[in-house]
Structures are given as structure tokens and as C-alpha cells.
């Protein structure tokens, strides 16, 4: 049977009907952005560059300017060049259409396009691949959307989302891109030049030759509908393009987040960040990150603040690891600081009654924790017996800081950390127990910096602003005594007060008068320096955002040198608020240390306690396994016979005993005879060996 020629092309026109029919999308009820999509302010920096626009190639949503603000050149422009009949058509220029189709036919490739400012404005609403299909379809979607909204409408939708280089969209945002200007400060040739660069921007910005004379050519078609005068456009082809040298780019992303956080609901932001010192930042820590990668350092977070009114200037948080990826905020997140907050825990020490030469003792420290043993030891593992409280900070040493915390009292301690702004530390005193003074708390970056921002203004606390002209109170409060911040700040001032430690010089060694604090947590996880002038103050971490330990990265390794760097950039222009420095003689510390532990009455076994559970250690042969048994009285020990589980006797000079450790359930009290001739006996003790 013969096909009916007539009904095959029926067939196939409904196919085409229905295939066409289906493959249209919905089209918006409005071309005005949705409640969700701009509900957040405008962030600027101090000098009021948008710092929360991220040019990726989506809509413009916060450089979006009316159509009645568009220089009615502009206006004129982009219709004469782009869509000469728009206000003509209904959508779609057929005539158009078809002439450069034929044009196209007659040279084999395509040489020109059709698409009208409504097909253009369809393509942001709804993108496709381009082809023929999706052209087809989208000649169709353009009627609805000219028949839904106004001539007005479209092109005022048009000319905010019209694609440009560098990812920008809108003429408003390639105005500021390729000019440095706002559109009603353009020159006659740059607004030309922003309708002629739609074509091909990138190709026509290393073209200048192409470009001028692409604008010669629409200048003298608006010239002749009138649009320009004579004398306009003598004046314009006089005139010469000024292309904006490109400010770094900000990634300021974290702070654009945290300050529409803070202060929701506002209209545009001026915000306390210096862009040039955020660029400089930003390099500064990718630069330091990519250094420590094969050390297993992969996050990094930055503050930098001016003093003169706790603002900002600084707040960057990069991720190497995830480079194009704005995830967790470095800044904020909380992490164990180390031993950067022991400079707030001698000011409270200052404050009851110690001052610099106050003596500590730096020796060995086991104390009980649950059914364990934990054993205190410095960086070094080296002990440096009596020193000064000046020693103690300036060296980070951890036995004086565990005395100082006995001192002012655990409880008080966190009390006044909370009351620095550390809201993080909320658990109880005693899930922290001794080591707040060391740093097993969580703080983040924001909460450490705040806190220091107290020292260095003589123990007056203000919250950081990130607005530079904040409307909201920010009272001074007097959290540390004047005499006790100072004196802080003298010490860690001081490069000679840390050379048992960190020796002279290093990165430490600031070239100006800098008070600095590095701090390190638990297996490495967290570096920390804090430093501060008289005008600045800059706070760095290092680590891993995943809780990952690095590969022995301290705060005196990683994050110094980043902060040494920046501050060089940041001269103060008053001194540092501190007590005076006075020479301190080596050998003149007083007799007695602030804090002794006085030894028991009757006698005791310190070590084992009852309940204490060992475990043997694989790697090490058993026959070469010891633990130390320790004995006290309040009185000289000439020596200790040492019982255990029925066996042999043993006796030892002294009160320590290094037993050879055997698995099982162990029983153990010893015989003690002093100097002097009197013995006693200890109480049994049960421990268990596994």
C-alpha cells in the first residue's frame, strides 16, 4: 500500500507539534529575583567594594540596576546592536531569522546568529545546549515570555543578566569590571564598548583593533537613527577606552557569610575589611599551606585586627585541601588552643598576688586520671626546676601553668575565660580538670583573638566589630586588672624570656616590639600563634579541620612565620601597653617557690594508687618493662622496703622503686625508715596489670 504523501506530513508536523509542545519549560511568573534569592545584604568593604558577589557564572543578584537607571545610550546600544527590532516583534524576528540562516547556508558555517534580547534573556531563565533542536523550542518559549511580560521588563531583565567575561553578569558588574565605574559615570565609548563586548568578550579584550571597530560601526548606525549628534559622535571616536587594572580577587566569602549572619536584615554593609590587607592574607596563607602540605597541614584560618576600635581587617580561611569549595569556616570553628590561652591564666595569677619573679617549680608531674596515670611533660621533655613566672610563660612551660591553675582555681578560671567571650568552654570544671590550663578546651580563632584584644589595652574587653562604623554598642568592659595585662604583655614581649625554650632569635624574634604566644595542641592537631603591636593584633591556626594530626606541626613552626609576615605589613603608630621592662638577674630568684604541695603526714604510696590499671606495652620485650613505685612521708627517706604480692622484700635508697611490671592483679605496700631513724608503714594498694 502506497503512503499518502499528505497525510506522512501531517503526521510528521504533529509530531514535530507535540515534540515541540513537550519540550518547552515553564517560564517564571516574575523576572524579579524571588524572596529567597536576594534576602541577603550587600557586603562591602571599607572602601565599598562588594566583597559577597560570587562571580560563577549564576544570576546577578545584587548588582541588579533599574531600567530607568541605565544611561538611555546604553539602552540604545544594546537594542541597535544585539535586536534593532525589538520593540517591533513579538519574541522572535523572523525576518532576521531566516536572512542569516541563508547566510549561513551560502558559506557553510555559521557566520551570524539571530537570537533577539527575548531569546537571550529565555537562554539565562532556561539554559540549553546550543542547537538546532534547542533554537527551534526556544523561538516558541520567547512568544510566551513576550506575551507574559512587557518590552520593559525583558530588557530590564536582559541587561542584568547578559553574560561578560570573567564570569560576570549584567552591565553594572562589567562596568566595575572592565572600567572600574559605575554605568552613570561611563564614557559615550564605554557604554558602546559594554554593548559591543556581549558578542565575544574575551576574544574582543585582546582584540583591540576588532573592538574599536566594531564600536565605530554601532556609533554610526546610532548616529544615523539620531541617537547621537555630529558633535557626540566626534567626541567619541576621539575618545579612548581606560581599561580598570583587576583588584585581586577576594574570597572573602567565609566573612561576607558571618557578617550577613550577624547583621541580618540590614541594607548594603559597609564593612571594617581592608581589601588590600585581605589579598595580602589570603596569598599569605595558601602560600604557607602549600609549604606544609607534605607535612600534612591542609586548612588554615587568619584574623588580623586594628585596634583602634576592634575592627576587622582580615578574616580569611582557606582550605587546600578543597580549594574551590566555601565550606567550614575556619575562623569560627572550635579547636583545642593549645597553650595560648596560659597568658590569660597568669594575668588571673598576677592579679591574686604573683607578679614576674614569682618562683615556680618546672619538675616531674604524674597525676591520677580516673583509673590511669597522666604524666605532665613540656615540649622539650626537659624539666628546668626553680624558675620565674617570666620564665614559665615566655617558655610555655606546662608544670608552673598546671601550678597556676591550682593557684587561681579551675572554676575561676573558666569563668573568666567565658566572660573573654569563649562561650565554647560550657561543659563543667571538672570534664576539664587540670587541662584547661593547657589548652583541652575548645576556642575558636574569633573567641582567642577577642580575648587577646583585652591585653592590649590594659584588660578592657570589647567585642570585635566587623562593620567600620558598628551602630550597636560595644562597651569596654574591665575584665583584667591594668597592672596584670600590661604585665603579661611585658613578658611575652620579651624575646629573652623564652630562651630556655625557644633559644634567641628564630621566628619569634620579631623585628619591632611584638608580644606573640604560639600554642600547640594534643598529637599535633592544632598550631596556633597569636602576636600583637601597639595598633594590631593577627591570630593564625593550622591544622585540619577533620581532627587529622599533622606531621608534628607546632605554633612556633607553622603559623609564625605567616604571622611575622603580615605584621611586618601593619607598622603601629603607638607603642605596645606594657609594664616597664627590668633587668632580672640570673641566680636572684627567692628561696621558696609560690606554690609547694605539702608532703602527707603519715605514710603513703603516691604511685600505685588504689585502682590504677597498666598495660603492658607490646613493643617493648616485657623483661624490659618497669613501673615506678613512689613512697612519701613529710619527712627525709633514707630508704623503702617494698613488698609485693608475698614475694621477697625489696629494699631501695630513697622513696622511688622501678618494679618490673608482671600481668595480673598486684598487691603492694612498703616499709619506710627516715633520715632520722623513725619508720612507717604504708596502706596496701591493689593495681591491676593487663
Do not use: C
Not at 561578560?164 to 564598548?193: I, Q
Not at 582567642?448 to 550597636?472: C, I, K
Not at 621566628?507 to 594534643?522: D, N, Y
Request: aromatic share 8%; net charge positive.
Amino acid at each position: 500500500m502506497k503512503a499518502n504523501p499528505a497525510k506522512l506530513a501531517a503526521g510528521l508536523l504533529a509530531v514535530l507539534a507535540l515534540a515541540t509542545l513537550l519540550a518547552q519549560r515553564p517560564l517564571p511568573r516574575t523576572l524579579q529575583p524571588q524572596p529567597g534569592q536576594a534576602a541577603q545584604a550587600l557586603v562591602l568593604d571599607r572602601q565599598g567594594r562588594p566583597l559577597n558577589l560570587r562571580y560563577d557564572g549564576g544570576w546577578n543578584l545584587q548588582e541588579r540596576v533599574p531600567l530607568e537607571q541605565v544611561p538611555p545610550l546604553l539602552r540604545q546600544a544594546f537594542v541597535e546592536a544585539e535586536d534593532r527590532r525589538y520593540w517591533a516583534h513579538h519574541g522572535v524576528d523572523w525576518r532576521a531569522r531566516f536572512s542569516a540562516t541563508w547566510t549561513n547556508l551560502r558559506a557553510g558555517r555559521s557566520l551570524r546568529g539571530a537570537s533577539t534580547i527575548t531569546e537571550q534573556a529565555l537562554r539565562v531563565l532556561n539554559p540549553r545546549p546550543r542547537t538546532l533542536w534547542s533554537r527551534w523550542v526556544e523561538g516558541f518559549e520567547a512568544l510566551r515570555l513576550d506575551a507574559r511580560f512587557s518590552k520593559p521588563d525583558i530588557l530590564e531583565f536582559y541587561l542584568n543578566q547578559v553574560p561578560y567575561g570573567a564570569n560576570r553578569r549584567g552591565v553594572a558588574p562589567a562596568a566595575h569590571y572592565y572600567f572600574g565605574r559605575s554605568l552613570e559615570t561611563l564614557s559615550e565609548r564605554e557604554m558602546l564598548a559594554l554593548a559591543v563586548l556581549v558578542r565575544a568578550p574575551s576574544r574582543l579584550v585582546r582584540q583591540p583593533e576588532a573592538l574599536d571597530a566594531a564600536i565605530a560601526r554601532l556609533a554610526q548606525r546610532l548616529a544615523e537613527q539620531g541617537a547621537l549628534a555630529p558633535e557626540r559622535l566626534a567626541a567619541l571616536q576621539a575618545q579612548h577606552l581606560s581599561w580598570a587594572k583587576q583588584p585581586p580577587e577576594l574570597a572573602a566569602a567565609h566573612f561576607a557569610a558571618e557578617a550577613q549572619r550577624r547583621y541580618a536584615g540590614t541594607p548594603p554593609l559597609r564593612s571594617s575589611l581592608d581589601a588590600a590587607l585581605q589579598a595580602s592574607a589570603e596569598g599569605f596563607l595558601r602560600q604557607r599551606l602549600e609549604g606544609l602540605r607534605s607535612q600534612g597541614v591542609r586548612q588554615g584560618a587568619l584574623l588580623a585586627v586594628d585596634l583602634d576600635g576592634n575592627r576587622v581587617r582580615a578574616y580569611a580561611s582557606v582550605d587546600d585541601e578543597h580549594p574551590g569549595v566555601v565550606g567550614v569556616d575556619a575562623v569560627q570553628a572550635l579547636r583545642q588552643p593549645g597553650s595560648t590561652l596560659k597568658p590569660l591564666l597568669y594575668a588571673m595569677a598576677i592579679e591574686k598576688g604573683w607578679n614576674a619573679d614569682t618562683v615556680l617549680e618546672d619538675t616531674r608531674l604524674t597525676e591520677r586520671v580516673n583509673a590511669g596515670l597522666h604524666e605532665y611533660r613540656n615540649y622539650s621533655r626537659m624539666h628546668y626546676g626553680r624558675v620565674s613566672l617570666r620564665e614559665a610563660l615566655g617558655n610555655s612551660l606546662n608544670i608552673p601553668a598546671l601550678k597556676a591553675l591550682q593557684f587561681v582555681g579551675g572554676e575561676a578560671f573558666l569563668q573568666r575565660l567565658r566572660a573573654l567571650g569563649m562561650e565554647g568552654l560550657s561543659r563543667h570544671p571538672d570534664f576539664y580538670g587540670d587541662g584547661i590550663a593547657l589548652g583541652n578546651g575548645e576556642v575558636s580563632l574569633f573567641q582567642l583573638v577577642q580575648a587577646y584584644a583585652a591585653l592590649t589595652r590594659g584588660g578592657q574587653w570589647q567585642a570585635l566589630s566587623l562593620l567600620e562604623n558598628d551602630p550597636a554598642p560595644r562597651p569596654l568592659r574591665p575584665l583584667i586588672q591594668p597592672a596584670a595585662a600590661r604585665a603579661i604583655s611585658e613578658i611575652i614581649s620579651d624575646p629573652q624570656a623564652r630562651l630556655l625554650e625557644f633559644g634567641d632569635g628564630g621566628l619569634l624574634r620579631f623585628p619591632a616590639e611584638t608580644a606573640v604566644k604560639t600554642g600547640t595542641s594534643s598529637d599535633y592537631r592544632d598550631a596556633w600563634t597569636v602576636a600583637y603591636n601597639g595598633r594590631y593584633l593577627v591570630g593564625v591556626w593550622m591544622g585540619n579541620l577533620s581532627g587529622r594530626e599533622t606531621d608534628g606541626i607546632t605554633g612556633a613552626q607553622g603559623p609564625a612565620l605567616l604571622t611575622r609576615s603580615l605584621l611586618a605589613r601593619l607598622e603601629a603608630d603607638r607603642p605596645l601597653q606594657r609594664s616597664q621592662r627590668l633587668a632580672h638577674a640570673a641566680g636572684a630568684l627567692p628561696a621558696e617557690p609560690a606554690v609547694t604541695t605539702a608532703p602527707p603526714a603519715e605514710p603513703r604510696l603516691s604511685q600505685p594508687f588504689d585502682g590504677l590499671m597498666l598495660a603492658m606495652d607490646p613493643r617493648i620485650p616485657d623483661r624490659l618493662e618497669a613501673f615506678e613505685f613512689v613512697a612519701e612521708w613529710n619527712r627525709p627517706l633514707r630508704r623503702t622496703t617494698w613488698h609485693v604480692n608475698g614475694a621477697s622484700p625489696v629494699t631501695v635508697e630513697g622513696g622511688r622503686y622501678l618494679w618490673p611490671l608482671a600481668r595480673g592483679r598486684q598487691r603492694v605496700w612498703a616499709e619506710l625508715e627516715t633520715e632520722d631513724g623513725q619508720r612507717g608503714r604504708t596502706p596496701e594498694t591493689a593495681f591491676l596489670v593487663k
